[in-house]
C-alpha cells in the first residue's frame, strides 16, 4: 500500500473509532456504498450543510432556499432526460461476474501503468478514452480495453462482455395495491426539484432575474462501482444551487460562480494548491459548459463540486412535458432595442457539491498525525482533526482539573455561560493531557481548564488545538475568543 493509500485508510478507521462514521447496517454486516454518521459526524455534518447554506443564502440577497420532496412525479424524470440517459456504460467480466464502470477500470489501469513510471502512455489511453466516451462508441472502447490486455482484478482474467449502459435510478411503487401503483424514482439530483418550483418560487418571493435557488437534501444513485469509502455512495446528499439568467448571459455567470464557488472552499483555510479545476469533454444531456472542482484527496485529484452551464433545457422541458409555461417577464430596457427584455425561459448555472464528498475532503484536509518533541527530548505523538473552528463538531471543551474543591461547579457555569451560543462538551475523567488529546481526535479547537487559581482570579487555561500553546485568560473573555474563531 502506498503512503496515501495508508492515510486514507487511517482515515477511514479513525472516522470509524472516533463516532463520525459508521458502515449503515453493520450489525447484518453492512450495506454496500451505504454510511451512517455518528455523533461527532453528524455535527460536522451539520456544520459544513450550514456554513454552505449562509454563504449561498443570508449571503446572497438574490438567492433564497426551498425543501422539495425527494418523491416527484415521474415525468420529471422523464422531461428532464434521466429516464433516458441516465446511465453509465458499464462492463463485466465473465469469469468473476463483475461489473466495472468503463471510464474506472480504464482509469484503474492507467494509475497503475503511471505508478511505473510510463506516464506519456497513461495520458494516451486517457485522451483516446474520453474521445471514444464522448462520441458513445462503445466498441472502441472494448476494444481499447483488449488492445492494453486490461484485466479483471478478481480473475485476473480478460474475459469482457460488451460494453452496456446501466440507468442508475432507484425505483419504487407509490399506491396501496400493485396493479395500482405507480413506478416512482428515488430522486438522483436535487436540481430537478427546484426546475419544478421555479414559478413558485419566482412569484411568491417576487424575485428579479438574476436569482437563485438553493437546495440540500438526500440523493440516490444506484451507483454499480462503490468504493472508496464515502467518496461514492448510494444514498447521499447534495448542495445545489440553480442560478437563474438571461439568454446569452451564461458564459460571464459560468465564470462568476466557477471562481466564488473555489473562493468559498478556500474560505475554509484549505490550501489552494489541493484545487484544481477539471473541464468536462464529454458534456452531460443538458450542459453546454460543465467543469469539476477537484480536490486532492489521498485518493488522487477527484471531484467535490460540479459548475454546470445548463441553458433553458429543463425548464423548457418541463414546460413541454406540463404544457405549463415556464416564463419569466423581464421588465427591464434592452439597451439595444430601447424595450423591455419581455418574455423568455431563463438560462441556467448550477453550483452542485456533494455534502458527503465535502465531508470527505474536510476530514483528508483535517487527518494528521504528529510526531512531538518534549523538553527532555523524548518522543511522543498525537493525532489531530485540524477542523476549521467554523465547522468543528465541538467547539469548545471544559475540564475542570479534579472533581472536587468546588471546581467542576465553576466548570459547569461556563458551560451554561457558552453552550446556547456554540457547541461544548464537559469532561471531568483522567488526566488533563488524555482530555486534551481525546479532543484533539474529534478537532475541538479549543479546551479550558479550571483548576484551583481560577478559584482566586477567575482565570482559566485556554489550550490551542492546532499549536498545543496554553494562555491563562479571565473566564469572562472564553466565549468572546470563540465566537471571534467562528463568526
Ligand atoms: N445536479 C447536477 C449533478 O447532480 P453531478 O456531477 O452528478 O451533478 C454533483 O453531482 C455532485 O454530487 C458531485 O460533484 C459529487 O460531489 C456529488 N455526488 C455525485 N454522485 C455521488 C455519489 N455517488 N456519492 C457521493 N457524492 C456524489
Request: proline share 9%.
Given at each position: 500500500m502506498s503512503i496515501q493509500e495508508n492515510r486514507f485508510q487511517a482515515i477511514i478507521s479513525h472516522a470509524k473509532e472516533y463516532g463520525f462514521v459508521f458502515q449503515s447496517s453493520e450489525i447484518y454486516d453492512g450495506l454496500s456504498a451505504v454510511y451512517d454518521y455518528g455523533p461527532f459526524g453528524s455535527e460536522l455534518k451539520k456544520n459544513i450543510r450550514d456554513y454552505w447554506w449562509k454563504s449561498m443564502t443570508q449571503l446572497n440577497g438574490n438567492i433564497v432556499g426551498i425543501d422539495a420532496a425527494i418523491?416527484?412525479?415521474?415525468t420529471t424524470w422523464k422531461a428532464s432526460g434521466h429516464v433516458d440517459n441516465f446511465s453509465d456504460p458499464m462492463i463485466d467480466n465473465?469469469?468473476?461476474?463483475k461489473r466495472y464502470r468503463v471510464d474506472h477500470l480504464i482509469e484503474g489501469y492507467t494509475e497503475s501503468l503511471k505508478e511505473t513510471g510510463q506516464e506519456a502512455k497513461a495520458e494516451d489511453i486517457l485522451g483516446l478514452m474520453d474521445s471514444l466516451i464522448a462520441k458513445d462508441d462503445f466498441a472502441g472502447l472494448k476494444k481499447l480495453i483488449e488492445d492494453n490486455k486490461i484485466i479483471c482484478?478478481?480473475?485476473?482474467?480478460?474475459n469482457w462482455t460488451d460494453i452496456r449502459q446501466f440507468n442508475l435510478m432507484f425505483s419504487t411503487q407509490i399506491g396501496s395495491l400493485s396493479e395500482e401503483a405507480d413506478t416512482i424514482y428515488l430522486?438522483?439530483?436535487?436540481?430537478q426539484g427546484i426546475f419544478v418550483n421555479f414559478l413558485n418560487v419566482q412569484k411568491t418571493a417576487r424575485m428579479k432575474i438574476p436569482f437563485g435557488i438553493a437546495q440540500t437534501g438526500k440523493a440516490f444513485r444506484n451507483e454499480i462501482?462503490?468504493?472508496?469509502f464515502i467518496f461514492r455512495m448510494r444514498e447521499f446528499e447534495q448542495m445545489e444551487m440553480q442560478f437563474f439568467i438571461r439568454p446569452g448571459t451564461q458564459k460571464e455567470w459560468y465564470e462568476y460562480w466557477k471562481e466564488a464557488r473555489l473562493k468559498w472552499h478556500l474560505?475554509?483555510?484549505?490550501?489552494?494548491?489541493?484545487y484544481r479545476y477539471h473541464n468536462h469533454v464529454k458534456l452531460a444531456h443538458y450542459a453546454d459548459a460543465a467543469l469539476d472542482i477537484e480536490y486532492e484527496f489521498p485518493i488522487g485529484f477527484k471531484e467535490v463540486e460540479g459548475i454546470h452551464s445548463r441553458t433553458d433545457f429543463d425548464l423548457s422541458q418541463h414546460q413541454l412535458y406540463s404544457k405549463k409555461k415556464m416564463q419569466y417577464f423581464d421588465a427591464e430596457i434592452d439597451e439595444k432595442t430601447?424595450?423591455?427584455?419581455?418574455?423568455y425561459i431563463p438560462y441556467v448555472i448550477e453550483t452542485s457539491i456533494g455534502l458527503d464528498r465535502m465531508f470527505l475532503l474536510i476530514l483528508s484536509h483535517a487527518y494528521d498525525e504528529e510526531i512531538l518533541i518534549k523538553d527532555d527530548g523524548s518522543k511522543d505523538s498525537r493525532v489531530v482533526l485540524h477542523i476549521p473552528p467554523v465547522i468543528a463538531p465541538i467547539k469548545l471543551a471544559v475540564f475542570p482539573?479534579?472533581?472536587?474543591?468546588?471546581l467542576p461547579e465553576v466548570a459547569r457555569a461556563i458551560m451554561d455561560e457558552c453552550k446556547p451560543h456554540f457547541r461544548c462538551f464537559y469532561e471531568e475523567k483522567d488526566a488533563i493531557g488524555k482530555r486534551y488529546r481525546r479532543q484533539d481526535a474529534i478537532g475541538t479547537p479549543f479546551c479550558v481548564t479550571v483548576d484551583h487559581q481560577t478559584l482566586e482570579d477567575q482565570t482559566v487555561t485556554i489550550r490551542f488545538r492546532d499549536t498545543m500553546l496554553q494562555e491563562r485568560i479571565p473566564v469572562k473573555e472564553i466565549k468572546k475568543i470563540v465566537l471571534n474563531s467562528i463568526c
Open positions: 418523491f416527484m412525479h415521474p465473465r469469469d468473476s461476474q482484478a478478481v480473475s485476473g482474467t480478460a430522486r438522483p439530483e436535487t436540481a462501482v462503490a468504493r472508496q474560505s475554509l483555510g484549505i490550501p489552494a494548491e489541493k430601447g424595450k423591455p427584455f419581455g418574455n482539573l479534579t472533581k472536587k474543591d468546588g
